[in-house]
């Protein structure tokens, strides 16, 4: 399985998810999933991540869409996004960053 980043937009003590995720994706290539109740937020910055699943949501939606994005990240083609999954990268050339 591949590095996958499951990020909160609200870090604990004030930090900012958002930066996170886009110093992870930059820096080092590695897909981030936004998990957050900050939807807006997180589309607002949806260049530094894969998707979103808001919250509140089921261990199983979280399970599924990890599998999907492992799936990607390996070059296999799903069959269908996670009903929870909103991804915001197009299906082709994924793989690129």
């Known amino acids: 399985m591949s590095p996958i980043s499951l990020i909160d937009i609200d870090l604990r003590e004030g930090g900012d998810g958002t930066i996170l995720a886009r110093a992870l994706h ?17 589309r607002a910055h949806r260049a530094a991540a894969w998707g979103l699943i808001a919250k509140p949501y089921e261990v199983s939606d979280v399970v599924r869409s990890v599998a999907f994005i492992d799936d990607l990240t390996a070059e296999r083609r799903p069959a269908r996004v996670p009903a929870r999954l909103e991804f915001w990268r197009s299906l082709d050339g994924v793989g690129e960053g």
Do not use: G, K
């Not at 897909?31 to 109740?37: C, D, E, Q, T």
């Open 26 to 42: 930059e820096r080092h290539r590695v897909p981030v999933l936004f998990l957050s109740a900050q939807v807006a937020q997180a």
